[in-house]
């Protein structure tokens, strides 16, 4: 019988998820369905409601609903507590399990597919809205020495102020950038998708430095910079994507697709 599974999101059609999951499910004989489903902004939570009653295995959450996603779960992950925010759900008999797979699957993909040792690193987080408080954590347990910059700069401190018992960050506006520079510059603001660039003044980058853009599917003005600056690795979200796709699945299914193949196959879409 085929278990169904779900994306969550506003706007969803661009969505990538429903390809690769088909593409691990292919991989590893596990018959399931998985589909994009567009949740009116005021009607997150009934979505989700209506998923359970028809019987589906779990879903995806994906912007602007990942904070909304942690009041249903009657459990969460250490991994979703620490991230403040849900995308992966699992409705486990009476149980709905919520998870966060984003740090996982951006580790995954900085430290394993593109070979960058995060431990020692002074590392950049520009934003600081639900794609920046699901990495937090995860780059502080890496190793990194982490920074955090945000256009609002009083989003940037409550950001600190939220994860000061697990680590220090030190907090900027972008102008106090200049004349910083950084190992790693993760881009998890939303300006990639309306063509625009957070202001990062120029030098940033130090020799070997990794530009990393959680946005996929387009060069980004901030890609565009990094490469300008003479970055030495600049990287898109796709295979986060794909790293954190691989963790819902081997919640929901027990069994870890493999990533490199999908990775591949997805960019040469
Ligand atoms: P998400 O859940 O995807 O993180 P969000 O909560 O709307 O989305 O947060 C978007 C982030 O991108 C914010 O940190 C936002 O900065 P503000 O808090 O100042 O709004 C940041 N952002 C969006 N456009 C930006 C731009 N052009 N330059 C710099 N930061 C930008």
Same mark, same amino acid.
């Given at each position: 019988?085929?278990?169904?599974?779900?994306?969550?999101? @506003?706007?969803?059609?661009?969505?990538?998820? %429903?390809?690769?999951?088909?593409?691990?499910?292919?991989?590893?004989?596990?018959?399931?369905? /998985?589909?994009?489903? !567009?949740?009116?902004?005021?009607?997150?939570?009934?979505?989700?409601?209506?998923?359970?009653?028809?019987? /589906?295995?779990?879903?995806?959450?994906?912007?602007?609903?990942?904070?909304?996603?942690?009041?249903?779960? =009657?459990?969460?992950?250490?991994?979703?507590?620490?991230?403040?925010?849900?995308?992966?759900?699992?409705?486990?008999?009476?149980?709905?399990?919520? +998870?966060?797979?984003?740090?996982?699957?951006?580790?995954?993909?900085?430290?394993? @597919?593109?070979?960058?040792?995060?431990?020692?690193?002074?590392?950049? !987080?520009?934003?600081?809205?639900?794609a920046a408080y699901g990495i937090v954590l995860p780059l502080l347990e890496a190793g990194a020495t982490l920074s955090v910059v945000n256009r609002t700069l009083a989003?940037?401190?409550?950001?600190?102020?939220?994860?000061?018992?697990?680590?220090?960050? +030190?907090?900027?506006?972008?102008?106090?950038?200049?004349?910083?520079?950084?190992?790693?510059?993760?881009?998890?603001?939303?300006?990639?998708?309306?063509?625009?660039? %957070?202001?990062?003044?120029?030098?940033?980058?130090?020799?070997?430095?990794?530009? /990393?853009?959680?946005? /996929?599917?387009?060069? =980004?003005?901030?890609?565009?910079?990094?490469?300008?600056?003479?970055?030495?690795g600049v990287a898109d979200g796709l295979g986060m994507l794909v790293e954190q796709a691989a963790e819902s699945f081997y919640l929901w299914r027990g069994v870890r697709?493999?990533?490199?193949?999908?990775?591949?196959?997805?960019?040469?879409?």
């Amino acid at each position: 019988m085929t278990d169904h599974y779900a994306v969550i999101g @506003n706007p969803i059609a661009h969505s990538k998820s %429903p390809q690769i999951h088909a593409m691990f499910a292919q991989q590893t004989g596990q018959d399931i369905s /998985y589909e994009a489903i !567009l949740a009116p902004l005021d009607g997150f939570a009934e979505v989700v409601g209506q998923l359970r009653k028809t019987g /589906y295995k779990g879903c995806n959450i994906t912007v602007p609903f990942k904070f909304a996603a942690c009041h249903i779960p =009657t459990q969460l992950t250490s991994r979703a507590q620490a991230a403040y925010t849900v995308n992966t759900i699992k409705f486990d008999g009476t149980s709905i399990i919520g +998870d966060n797979t984003d740090g996982a699957g951006l580790i995954a993909d900085i430290e394993v @597919n593109l070979r960058f040792l995060l431990k020692g690193r002074r590392v950049l !987080l520009l934003g600081a809205g639900g794609a920046a408080y699901g990495i937090v954590l995860p780059l502080l347990e890496a190793g990194a020495t982490l920074s955090v910059v945000n256009r609002t700069l009083a989003k940037a401190q409550q950001l600190g102020a939220a994860f000061s018992a697990k680590g220090h960050l +030190d907090i900027y506006s972008y102008p106090e950038l200049n004349g910083l520079s950084f190992d790693c510059i993760i881009n998890a603001t939303s300006s990639g998708l309306s063509g625009e660039m %957070p202001p990062l003044p120029p030098r940033i980058f130090t020799p070997g430095a990794l530009a /990393y853009d959680m946005t /996929y599917g387009q060069e =980004t003005p901030f890609m565009k910079f990094a490469r300008e600056q003479r970055a030495a690795g600049v990287a898109d979200g796709l295979g986060m994507l794909v790293e954190q796709a691989a963790e819902s699945f081997y919640l929901w299914r027990g069994v870890r697709p493999g990533t490199l193949p999908v990775i591949t196959a997805m960019r040469s879409k």
